[in-house]
């Protein structure tokens, strides 16, 4: 009877190694399982945040070249501002060989001038309208001196 107890329960150890054996493997199995799940699951998530990163890397990218765009044309507009600036300057001082004149403008402008002074000349030199206004400013004379001379102390009729 020892025997027998002794055969079952090697036989009950056995069984219940194997079982144990068949669990342990079945765990290993799932923490496997699992441990590759959480491996994919992390590629994906690294694979989602680098995306995230390098979309935003390139809206950064847009806006510094955007910006750099920016700063050309600002500089460019500075620039002439300046050199407007710098060429009314030189245009308002009073020596001439300050500011950059080209023949041809100096030319065209002795030109207008001359001919400015001739339609002067033809307009105010006219002897008849000369003689209009002299006539004109003579009666305004005569009627103030003869209201002054004619009038006793009553101004009312002035």
């Not at 992390?42 to 950064?60: K, P, T, Y």
């Not at 700063?71 to 030189?90: L, M, Y």
């Not at 400015?116 to 105010?124: D, L």
């Amino acid at each position: 009877m020892l025997q027998t107890q002794k055969v079952r329960l090697t036989n009950y150890l056995d069984e219940r190694s194997e079982y144990l054996t068949q669990f342990a493997e079945e765990a290993n199995a799932e923490i496997d399982q699992i441990g590759e799940n959480a491996l994919k699951e992390l590629d994906e998530a690294g694979a989602r945040i680098m995306d995230r990163i390098e979309s935003r890397m390139q809206a950064f990218e847009e806006s510094v070249e955007l910006n750099k765009v920016e700063i050309e044309e600002s500089e460019k507009k500075v620039a002439d501002f300046e050199g407007q600036i710098e060429k009314e300057r030189n245009e308002g001082l009073f020596f001439k060989n300050l500011g950059e004149n080209a023949p041809v403008v100096k030319a065209q402008a002795r030109e207008e001038t001359e001919r400015i002074e001739q339609v002067t000349k033809k307009s105010a030199g006219s002897v008849i309208r000369r003689n209009i206004y002299l006539g004109l400013i003579g009666l305004v004379v005569i009627g103030i001196a003869d209201a002054s001379t004619s009038s006793t102390s009553d101004w009312r009729k002035v």
